[in-house]
Every structure is written in structure tokens, then in C-alpha cells.
């Protein structure tokens, strides 16, 4: 028997592109009802006035106050969150004599430091609840490495290992904890690439934002004594 997500709340981060508009509307469709976040206010808004529940609160998600301030208007808005999707994040990657630091540090601050403050902030409210799903977007970047891709690597690590670590922590609590780890999805997180660099990373095929969305719904329609602690999703003929 899945679990039905009707009516349940959702929190999206990294909502106003990609894979997390994907979830917004997949989540949308099974009649959840959404509280939509990343920086561009229009984008959010052109989403959720397409969406049958959605409400948007706009900001850096790298600002500390905003973990805080998204759990409260979730809250203020329904009444309650059960789940939270840590999905906004960014990719730079390059030679040693091409990175630019404060790029890389910026990728940390958003990848990694957000990504925990925004877990350690509702994971806080769902144990005062005694549940809740936190997911958080990896990538199979998190789980083998490649040649000039070592900072985004070590975010995306990161997620892994704080993700497995807050699943056992959270066993038995009625807390549920995983992550989606997509290969090559189409999304703006290459629009800076070059040509070159996008053919080579799309040249075994690239999913769609949509194909991480059925997965992440499918990791939440799971039954409460089954956890999913990990999804991979790669393309068919992608050879990683
Ligand atoms: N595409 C792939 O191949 C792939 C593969 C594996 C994993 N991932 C992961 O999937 C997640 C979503 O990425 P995507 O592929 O959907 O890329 P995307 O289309 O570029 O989406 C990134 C999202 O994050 C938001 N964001 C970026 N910086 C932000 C900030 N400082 N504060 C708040 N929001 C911010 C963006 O919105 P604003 O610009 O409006 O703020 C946007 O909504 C990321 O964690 C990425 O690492 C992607």
C-alpha cells in the first residue's frame, strides 16, 4: 500500500528550475500541498500560479535565517510540514588553474552549510512532531569521484554521509531520512558550461527533470516500515 501524500506538506527548496520544479508539480499532482523557495521571486510565482496549493517565500537559501523563517511560514501557511525537499544546490567544476575559490566556497556555502541548517532546523520540528521525510538531492557525483569535479565531489559526499548518518540517528523516531542521486539530469545547472563540456556530459543521454520526480515520489509513497535510504538514478546508455 503506498502512502498517500494527499493534503501533506511539503517544503521544496531549489523550486524555481529544474529538478525541483519537477517535484513541485509531480507533488502538486498527488495533491500535496507546497511551500516553494530559491532567489528568483517571478519564477516561483509563474510555478506556483500553475499549481493547485502552492505558496512561495523567495530568498537565499544560504542566508541562516532562512531555514528558520521557511519552517515557520510553512506552518503559519498549513498548519503543518511533514516533508522537506533539500534540493537547491550548484555545480562548478574545472582544472586546477581554471577554478575560481570564492566560486567553490560559494558551492560549499549552498551545497553544504545550507543543506545542514536546513535538515538541522526541521529535523529539530519533526521530533517534536515524532515525524516527517527529509530529502536531500546527492548526486552520483556524491557517491565516485572524476577528474576536476574534486569540489563539487566533496559537496555532494558530504550530503551522503550526513544523510546515512541522520537516518540511523533517527531509526525508530518515526523520522524518515534519504536522498535522490541523480546522474546527468537537463537542467540550468550547466547554462555556464561551454558547449564542449556540456556534449561531453550529455553524450550518454540526459534524464529528465521529470524522471527525478517520479523517483522522489517514489521514495516518499513508500509504505511506513520501508525506507528507500538512497536513490541512484543514472541514463540508460550513460556509461558511469
Ligand atoms: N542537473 C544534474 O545533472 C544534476 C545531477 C545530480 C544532482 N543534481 C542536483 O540537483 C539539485 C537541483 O539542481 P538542478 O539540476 O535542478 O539545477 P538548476 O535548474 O540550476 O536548479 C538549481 C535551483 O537552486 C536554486 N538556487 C541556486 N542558488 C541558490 C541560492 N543561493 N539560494 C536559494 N536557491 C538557490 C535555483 O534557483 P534561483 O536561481 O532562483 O535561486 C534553482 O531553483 C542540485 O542540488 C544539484 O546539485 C543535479
Do not use: C
Not at 35 to 41: K, W
Not at 127 to 134: C, E, N, Q, R
Not at 168 to 184: D, N, Q, R
Amino acid at each position: 500500500m503506498v502512502v498517500d501524500l494527499n493534503n501533506k506538506v511539503a517544503l521544496i527548496t531549489g523550486a524555481s528550475s529544474g529538478i525541483g520544479k519537477a517535484i513541485a508539480q509531480d507533488l502538486d499532482s498527488a495533491g500535496m500541498k507546497l511551500i516553494l523557495t530559491a532567489r528568483s521571486q517571478d519564477k516561483l510565482e509563474q510555478i506556483a500560479a500553475s499549481l493547485n496549493n502552492a505558496r512561495v517565500l523567495a530568498g537565499g537559501i544560504t542566508d541562516a535565517e532562512m531555514p528558520q523563517q521557511l519552517l515557520e511560514f510553512a506552518l503559519e501557511s498549513y498548519g503543518k510540514l511533514d516533508v522537506v525537499l533539500n534540493n537547491a544546490g550548484m555545480m562548478t567544476v574545472g582544472a586546477i588553474e581554471e577554478v575560481n575559490i570564492d566560486t567553490i566556497a560559494q558551492m560549499v556555502r549552498l551545497n553544504v552549510e545550507a543543506v545542514y541548517r536546513m535538515a538541522y532546523t526541521t529535523l529539530k520540528h519533526f521530533k517534536k512532531i515524532g515525524s516527517g521525510f527529509l530529502i536531500n538531492t546527492s548526486s552520483i557525483a556524491g557517491l565516485k569521484t572524476m577528474p576536476t569535479y574534486g569540489a563539487y565531489n566533496g559537496t555532494k559526499y558530504a550530503v551522503e554521509a550526513f544523510t546515512d548518518a541522520l537516518r540511523m540517528e533517527l531509526a525508530g523516531t518515526g523520522i524518515k531520512v534519504a536522498s535522490v542521486a541523480p546522474g546527468t539530469v537537463d537542467t540550468g545547472l550547466y547554462d555556464s558550461w561551454t558547449e564542449e563540456n556540456k556534449d561531453y556530459i550529455t553524450s550518454g543521454g540526459a534524464l529528465l527533470p521529470e524522471d527525478i520526480a517520479r523517483s522522489v515520489r517514489f521514495i516518499l509513497e513508500q509504505p511506513d516500515p520501508v525506507l528507500i535510504p538512497r536513490l541512484l538514478v543514472v541514463p540508460t546508455n550513460q556509461p558511469v
